[in-house]
Protein backbone atom coordinates (compact mmCIF):
# COMPACT_ATOMS: atom_id res chain seq x y z
CA UNK A 1 0.00 0.00 0.00
CA UNK A 2 1.25 3.87 -1.11
CA UNK A 3 0.67 5.62 1.88
CA UNK A 4 0.59 9.27 3.64
CA UNK A 5 1.16 9.24 7.70
CA UNK A 6 0.28 11.78 9.92
CA UNK A 7 0.45 11.11 13.28
CA UNK A 8 1.68 12.81 17.28
CA UNK A 9 4.56 10.96 19.09
CA UNK A 10 5.32 8.81 20.57
CA UNK A 11 7.07 8.26 16.70
CA UNK A 12 5.12 5.11 14.70
CA UNK A 13 7.28 3.16 12.99
CA UNK A 14 7.18 3.50 9.18
CA UNK A 15 6.30 1.14 7.06
CA UNK A 16 7.15 0.56 3.27
CA UNK A 17 5.50 3.27 1.48
CA UNK A 18 4.36 5.65 3.61
CA UNK A 19 3.95 8.99 3.74
CA UNK A 20 4.73 11.22 7.14
CA UNK A 21 3.20 14.12 7.95
CA UNK A 22 4.68 15.87 11.23
CA UNK A 23 3.80 18.36 13.18
CA UNK A 24 6.00 20.83 15.38
CA UNK A 25 5.06 21.46 19.20
CA UNK A 26 1.77 22.45 18.63
CA UNK A 27 -19.96 -0.54 -6.30
CA UNK A 28 -21.38 0.77 -9.74
CA UNK A 29 -25.60 1.76 -9.18
CA UNK A 30 -28.24 2.50 -11.46
CA UNK A 31 -28.86 6.31 -10.51
CA UNK A 32 -32.17 7.49 -11.71
CA UNK A 33 -32.35 10.57 -13.87
CA UNK A 34 -34.66 12.18 -11.82
CA UNK A 35 -34.38 15.54 -10.11
CA UNK A 36 -35.98 15.59 -6.67
CA UNK A 37 -34.98 18.41 -4.06
CA UNK A 38 -38.15 17.93 -1.65
CA UNK A 39 -37.67 16.68 2.28
CA UNK A 40 -39.92 14.01 3.13
CA UNK A 41 -40.48 15.22 6.89
CA UNK A 42 -41.36 12.29 9.52
CA UNK A 43 -40.16 9.48 6.81
CA UNK A 44 -37.93 6.63 7.31
CA UNK A 45 -35.74 4.66 4.03
CA UNK A 46 -35.18 1.73 6.69
CA UNK A 47 -31.86 -0.20 6.08
CA UNK A 48 -29.62 -0.19 2.38
CA UNK A 49 -27.58 1.92 4.72
CA UNK A 50 -23.76 2.72 2.81
CA UNK A 51 -22.30 4.61 5.68
CA UNK A 52 -23.43 7.34 8.27
CA UNK A 53 -21.70 10.40 8.99
CA UNK A 54 -22.83 13.77 10.88
CA UNK A 55 -24.43 16.45 9.54
CA UNK A 56 -26.35 19.73 11.39
CA UNK A 57 -29.48 19.89 8.97
CA UNK A 58 -31.11 17.99 6.62
CA UNK A 59 -29.91 20.45 3.77
CA UNK A 60 -26.05 19.38 4.83
CA UNK A 61 -27.25 15.83 4.52
CA UNK A 62 -28.42 15.80 1.23
CA UNK A 63 -25.21 17.39 -0.20
CA UNK A 64 -22.99 15.43 1.27
CA UNK A 65 -25.05 12.29 -0.09
CA UNK A 66 -24.44 14.40 -3.66
CA UNK A 67 -21.33 14.58 -3.33
CA UNK A 68 -20.58 10.60 -2.15
CA UNK A 69 -19.74 8.61 -4.97
CA UNK A 70 -22.54 5.57 -4.51
CA UNK A 71 -25.14 7.78 -1.95
CA UNK A 72 -28.63 7.69 -3.88
CA UNK A 73 -30.81 8.85 -0.87
CA UNK A 74 -30.74 9.51 2.77
CA UNK A 75 -32.54 9.57 6.29
CA UNK A 76 -31.03 12.77 8.67
CA UNK A 77 -32.08 12.24 12.58
CA UNK A 78 -32.96 15.53 13.16
CA UNK A 79 -32.32 17.42 16.79
CA UNK A 80 -36.24 16.81 18.21
CA UNK A 81 -35.42 12.86 17.88
CA UNK A 82 -36.41 11.34 21.48
CA UNK A 83 -36.18 7.31 21.08
CA UNK A 84 -31.95 7.64 21.65
CA UNK A 85 -29.19 9.95 21.43
CA UNK A 86 -28.39 9.49 17.24
CA UNK A 87 -28.87 13.31 16.87
CA UNK A 88 -27.60 14.57 13.98
CA UNK A 89 -26.73 11.27 12.21
CA UNK A 90 -26.92 11.11 8.42
CA UNK A 91 -27.34 7.91 6.84
CA UNK A 92 -26.39 7.40 3.35
CA UNK A 93 -27.71 5.03 0.99
CA UNK A 94 -28.38 3.15 -1.79
CA UNK A 95 -29.88 0.55 -3.68
CA UNK A 96 -29.68 -1.22 -7.11
CA UNK A 97 -32.81 0.16 -8.35
CA UNK A 98 -31.42 3.88 -7.20
CA UNK A 99 -34.91 3.67 -5.04
CA UNK A 100 -36.18 3.33 -1.24
CA UNK A 101 -37.04 -0.60 -0.86
CA UNK A 102 -38.92 0.92 2.12
CA UNK A 103 -40.68 4.30 3.16
CA UNK A 104 -42.09 4.30 7.33
CA UNK A 105 -43.09 6.81 9.28
CA UNK A 106 -40.69 7.98 11.65
CA UNK A 107 -41.37 11.02 14.07
CA UNK A 108 -37.36 13.46 14.03
CA UNK A 109 -35.85 11.97 10.75
CA UNK A 110 -36.24 13.87 7.51
CA UNK A 111 -35.50 11.78 4.40
CA UNK A 112 -34.22 12.53 0.78
CA UNK A 113 -32.58 12.25 -2.40
CA UNK A 114 -29.23 13.09 -3.93
CA UNK A 115 -29.02 15.89 -5.95
CA UNK A 116 -26.55 13.85 -8.33
CA UNK A 117 -29.56 13.89 -11.07
CA UNK A 118 -30.50 18.11 -10.58
CA UNK A 119 -26.75 19.41 -10.64
CA UNK A 120 -23.38 17.43 -10.75
CA UNK A 121 -22.07 19.97 -8.16
CA UNK A 122 -24.52 22.02 -6.19
CA UNK A 123 -23.08 25.03 -4.01
CA UNK A 124 -22.10 24.28 -1.06
CA UNK A 125 -22.71 27.82 0.33
CA UNK A 126 -23.05 26.90 4.12
CA UNK A 127 -24.63 30.22 5.60
CA UNK A 128 -26.55 28.63 8.25
CA UNK A 129 -25.95 29.09 11.84
CA UNK A 130 -26.82 26.68 14.74
CA UNK A 131 -27.69 27.65 17.75
CA UNK A 132 -26.94 25.34 20.82
CA UNK A 133 -25.33 22.96 18.09
CA UNK A 134 -21.07 22.09 18.84
CA UNK A 135 -18.96 21.44 15.55
CA UNK A 136 -17.08 19.11 18.07
CA UNK A 137 -13.24 18.60 17.26
CA UNK A 138 -11.31 18.99 14.59
CA UNK A 139 -9.87 22.31 16.37
CA UNK A 140 -6.36 23.51 15.00
CA UNK A 141 -6.45 27.40 16.35
CA UNK A 142 -8.88 28.91 19.01
CA UNK A 143 -9.14 32.66 19.94
CA UNK A 144 -11.51 35.19 21.49
CA UNK A 145 -13.91 37.07 19.44
CA UNK A 146 -17.15 39.26 20.23
CA UNK A 147 -19.65 37.36 18.89
CA UNK A 148 -20.68 34.53 16.67
CA UNK A 149 -20.41 36.77 13.32
CA UNK A 150 -16.88 37.72 13.93
CA UNK A 151 -15.69 34.04 14.59
CA UNK A 152 -17.18 33.31 11.28
CA UNK A 153 -15.73 36.29 9.91
CA UNK A 154 -12.28 35.01 10.99
CA UNK A 155 -13.03 31.50 10.15
CA UNK A 156 -14.09 32.57 6.49
CA UNK A 157 -11.08 34.97 5.84
CA UNK A 158 -8.32 31.52 7.46
CA UNK A 159 -8.18 29.84 4.01
CA UNK A 160 -7.70 26.59 6.13
CA UNK A 161 -10.96 27.35 8.23
CA UNK A 162 -14.13 24.95 7.30
CA UNK A 163 -16.16 25.54 10.17
CA UNK A 164 -15.90 26.90 13.94
CA UNK A 165 -17.88 26.97 17.25
CA UNK A 166 -18.04 30.02 19.67
CA UNK A 167 -18.59 29.70 22.85
CA UNK A 168 -20.97 32.38 24.03
CA UNK A 169 -20.88 34.74 27.15
CA UNK A 170 -22.98 33.09 29.30
CA UNK A 171 -21.76 29.81 29.35
CA UNK A 172 -20.68 27.61 32.13
CA UNK A 173 -17.37 27.78 32.56
CA UNK A 174 -16.01 31.41 32.40
CA UNK A 175 -12.78 30.72 31.20
CA UNK A 176 -13.69 29.75 27.79
CA UNK A 177 -16.47 32.64 27.17
CA UNK A 178 -16.31 34.29 23.92
CA UNK A 179 -13.51 31.78 22.96
CA UNK A 180 -13.63 31.33 18.39
CA UNK A 181 -12.69 27.69 17.99
CA UNK A 182 -11.74 27.65 14.45
CA UNK A 183 -12.07 23.81 12.72
CA UNK A 184 -10.89 21.74 9.86
CA UNK A 185 -11.63 18.86 7.41
CA UNK A 186 -10.07 17.86 4.50
CA UNK A 187 -11.20 20.10 1.18
CA UNK A 188 -8.67 18.26 -1.01
CA UNK A 189 -9.83 14.58 -3.12
CA UNK A 190 -7.96 11.80 -0.77
CA UNK A 191 -6.90 8.80 -2.70
CA UNK A 192 -8.48 6.01 -0.11
CA UNK A 193 -6.49 3.49 -0.69
CA UNK A 194 -3.63 3.49 -3.37
CA UNK A 195 -2.05 0.17 -4.04
CA UNK A 196 0.56 -1.26 -6.25
CA UNK A 197 -1.30 -3.55 -8.49
CA UNK A 198 -0.17 -5.11 -12.22
CA UNK A 199 -2.08 -4.49 -15.50
CA UNK A 200 -3.61 -1.15 -14.32
CA UNK A 201 -3.23 2.93 -14.76
CA UNK A 202 -4.15 5.69 -12.14
CA UNK A 203 -4.20 8.85 -12.36
CA UNK A 204 -6.34 12.13 -11.40
CA UNK A 205 -8.60 14.74 -13.16
CA UNK A 206 -6.34 17.80 -14.71
CA UNK A 207 -9.09 19.83 -13.39
CA UNK A 208 -9.61 19.45 -9.41
CA UNK A 209 -8.65 22.02 -7.45
CA UNK A 210 -6.34 20.95 -4.44
CA UNK A 211 -5.61 24.24 -2.80
CA UNK A 212 -7.07 27.71 -2.87
CA UNK A 213 -5.38 29.57 -5.71
CA UNK A 214 -2.83 32.47 -4.92
CA UNK A 215 -0.99 34.91 -7.44
CA UNK A 216 2.86 33.79 -6.11
CA UNK A 217 4.15 30.75 -7.37
CA UNK A 218 5.81 28.89 -5.45
CA UNK A 219 8.86 26.19 -5.40
CA UNK A 220 8.47 22.82 -4.46
CA UNK A 221 10.82 22.17 -1.75
CA UNK A 222 11.75 18.14 -1.82
CA UNK A 223 14.35 16.11 -0.38
CA UNK A 224 15.32 13.03 -1.83
CA UNK A 225 16.23 10.00 0.22
CA UNK A 226 16.08 11.79 3.30
CA UNK A 227 13.84 10.76 6.07
CA UNK A 228 12.56 13.14 8.72
CA UNK A 229 11.66 11.21 11.70
CA UNK A 230 8.91 12.35 14.13
CA UNK A 231 5.95 13.86 15.15
CA UNK A 232 3.43 12.19 12.79
CA UNK A 233 0.33 13.27 12.74
CA UNK A 234 -1.85 11.25 10.29
CA UNK A 235 -1.69 8.21 7.47
CA UNK A 236 -3.01 9.10 4.43
CA UNK A 237 -2.39 7.24 0.78
CA UNK A 238 -0.47 9.15 -2.05
CA UNK A 239 0.24 8.38 -4.91
CA UNK A 240 3.93 10.94 -5.26
CA UNK A 241 6.11 13.22 -3.73
CA UNK A 242 4.40 15.96 -4.86
CA UNK A 243 0.79 14.85 -3.87
CA UNK A 244 1.82 13.70 -0.51
CA UNK A 245 3.19 17.31 -0.39
CA UNK A 246 -0.19 18.53 -1.41
CA UNK A 247 -1.49 16.76 1.33
CA UNK A 248 0.79 18.54 3.82
CA UNK A 249 0.20 22.10 2.63
CA UNK A 250 -3.88 21.84 2.66
CA UNK A 251 -3.25 20.45 6.97
CA UNK A 252 -3.22 23.45 8.71
CA UNK A 253 -0.89 21.29 11.17
CA UNK A 254 1.71 19.34 8.98
CA UNK A 255 4.59 21.65 8.79
CA UNK A 256 6.92 18.87 7.22
CA UNK A 257 6.45 15.42 5.92
CA UNK A 258 8.11 11.92 4.22
CA UNK A 259 6.77 9.84 1.79
CA UNK A 260 7.44 6.29 -0.09
CA UNK A 261 9.36 5.19 3.63
CA UNK A 262 10.22 1.55 4.96
CA UNK A 263 10.93 17.27 19.70
CA UNK A 264 10.84 20.71 18.57
CA UNK A 265 13.92 20.59 15.75
CA UNK A 266 13.77 19.34 12.46
CA UNK A 267 16.40 16.56 11.56
CA UNK A 268 16.93 15.08 8.21
CA UNK A 269 18.61 11.65 7.92
CA UNK A 270 19.99 9.93 4.61
CA UNK A 271 17.69 7.03 3.61
CA UNK A 272 17.17 5.20 0.62
CA UNK A 273 13.81 5.48 -1.25
CA UNK A 274 12.46 8.18 1.11
CA UNK A 275 11.65 11.49 -0.19
CA UNK A 276 10.69 14.27 2.58
CA UNK A 277 9.91 17.81 1.82
CA UNK A 278 8.18 21.56 3.38
CA UNK A 279 4.68 22.44 2.66
CA UNK A 280 3.78 25.73 1.22
CA UNK A 281 1.46 28.66 2.35
CA UNK A 282 -0.44 31.24 0.62
CA UNK A 283 1.16 30.84 -2.72
CA UNK A 284 0.78 28.51 -5.71
CA UNK A 285 2.00 24.85 -5.76
CA UNK A 286 3.01 23.63 -9.41
CA UNK A 287 0.29 21.17 -9.77
CA UNK A 288 2.01 19.27 -12.80
CA UNK A 289 1.99 16.44 -11.19
CA UNK A 290 -1.66 15.75 -11.77
CA UNK A 291 -0.77 15.37 -15.54
CA UNK A 292 0.98 12.44 -14.81
CA UNK A 293 -0.32 8.74 -15.08
CA UNK A 294 0.86 6.40 -12.41
CA UNK A 295 1.37 3.09 -14.22
CA UNK A 296 1.04 -0.55 -11.95
CA UNK A 297 -0.89 1.94 -9.69
CA UNK A 298 -4.33 1.04 -8.44
CA UNK A 299 -6.97 3.97 -6.67
CA UNK A 300 -9.12 1.54 -5.02
CA UNK A 301 -12.25 2.55 -4.01
CA UNK A 302 -14.70 5.52 -4.34
CA UNK A 303 -16.06 4.68 -7.71
CA UNK A 304 -18.72 6.36 -9.56
CA UNK A 305 -19.16 3.64 -12.14
CA UNK A 306 -17.05 2.37 -14.91
CA UNK A 307 -17.34 2.57 -18.70
CA UNK A 308 -15.25 0.41 -21.43
CA UNK A 309 -12.49 2.33 -22.99
CA UNK A 310 -9.58 1.72 -25.63
CA UNK A 311 -6.62 3.56 -23.39
CA UNK A 312 -5.79 4.95 -20.43
CA UNK A 313 -5.35 8.43 -22.30
CA UNK A 314 -9.17 8.18 -22.94
CA UNK A 315 -9.74 7.51 -19.46
CA UNK A 316 -7.88 10.53 -17.96
CA UNK A 317 -9.66 12.43 -20.45
CA UNK A 318 -13.04 11.21 -19.33
CA UNK A 319 -12.47 12.05 -15.67
CA UNK A 320 -11.41 15.66 -16.70
CA UNK A 321 -14.66 16.48 -18.47
CA UNK A 322 -16.55 15.09 -16.10
CA UNK A 323 -17.30 17.54 -12.84
CA UNK A 324 -17.85 14.63 -10.93
CA UNK A 325 -14.72 12.87 -11.00
CA UNK A 326 -11.77 13.16 -9.28
CA UNK A 327 -9.00 10.71 -9.72
CA UNK A 328 -9.64 7.15 -11.90
CA UNK A 329 -8.07 3.68 -11.92
CA UNK A 330 -8.22 2.11 -16.01
CA UNK A 331 -7.59 -1.60 -16.30
CA UNK A 332 -5.40 -2.65 -19.50
CA UNK A 333 -5.44 -5.32 -21.97
CA UNK A 334 -2.62 -7.19 -19.83
CA UNK A 335 -4.65 -7.73 -16.57
CA UNK A 336 -5.12 -11.05 -15.47
CA UNK A 337 -8.66 -11.43 -15.23
CA UNK A 338 -10.20 -10.63 -18.75
CA UNK A 339 -13.34 -9.56 -17.20
CA UNK A 340 -12.16 -6.16 -16.42
CA UNK A 341 -9.93 -5.01 -19.18
CA UNK A 342 -10.63 -2.10 -21.24
CA UNK A 343 -12.61 -1.08 -17.61
CA UNK A 344 -12.05 2.82 -16.70
CA UNK A 345 -13.14 3.75 -13.49
CA UNK A 346 -14.47 6.82 -12.49
CA UNK A 347 -13.99 8.32 -8.45
CA UNK A 348 -14.55 10.96 -6.62
CA UNK A 349 -14.89 11.46 -2.76
CA UNK A 350 -16.22 14.05 -0.08
CA UNK A 351 -14.40 17.21 -0.15
CA UNK A 352 -17.11 19.52 1.55
CA UNK A 353 -16.97 20.93 5.06
CA UNK A 354 -17.60 18.00 7.31
CA UNK A 355 -17.43 17.73 11.10
CA UNK A 356 -16.60 15.09 12.85
CA UNK A 357 -19.09 15.31 15.32
CA UNK A 358 -22.03 17.14 16.25
CA UNK A 359 -23.81 17.34 19.47
CA UNK A 360 -26.46 19.87 21.83
CA UNK A 361 -24.23 22.20 23.82
CA UNK A 362 -25.82 25.17 25.50
CA UNK A 363 -24.85 28.70 24.86
CA UNK A 364 -22.72 27.94 22.28
CA UNK A 365 -23.19 28.41 18.27
CA UNK A 366 -21.53 26.93 15.40
CA UNK A 367 -21.17 27.49 11.43
CA UNK A 368 -19.21 27.66 8.26
CA UNK A 369 -16.82 29.58 6.63
CA UNK A 370 -18.30 31.92 4.38
CA UNK A 371 -15.83 31.38 1.14
CA UNK A 372 -18.39 29.48 -1.46
CA UNK A 373 -20.85 32.43 -0.47
CA UNK A 374 -19.76 35.24 -3.03
Known amino acids: MITCLIAYLPILPLHLNMCLFAHVNVSLLCISSECSREFLENVDFPGTDITSVYSPDVEHCQLLCTQHPSCLFFTFVRADWTVDNRHFYCYLKSTPSGKPKVQNPLQGVTSGYSLKPCNPDPSSCLSQVYQNVDFFGADYRALFTSDHEECQRVCTQDPQCQFFTFVNDIFTSENIRYKCHLKYSWSVPRTPIVERKDGVVSGFSHKIQLTPFFKPACQNKLFPNTDIPGNNLETLPAASPEHCQTLCSAHPRCTYFSYDSNGNEMVTRAKQGVTSGIPVHFCQLDNNWLKLAHEGVDFRGSDIRFE ?67
Open 308 to 374: LMDDPDTCQTTCTVNSNCQFYTYVNETFFDSDYRRRCYLKRVITMPAPPKVTKLNNVVSGFSLRDCN
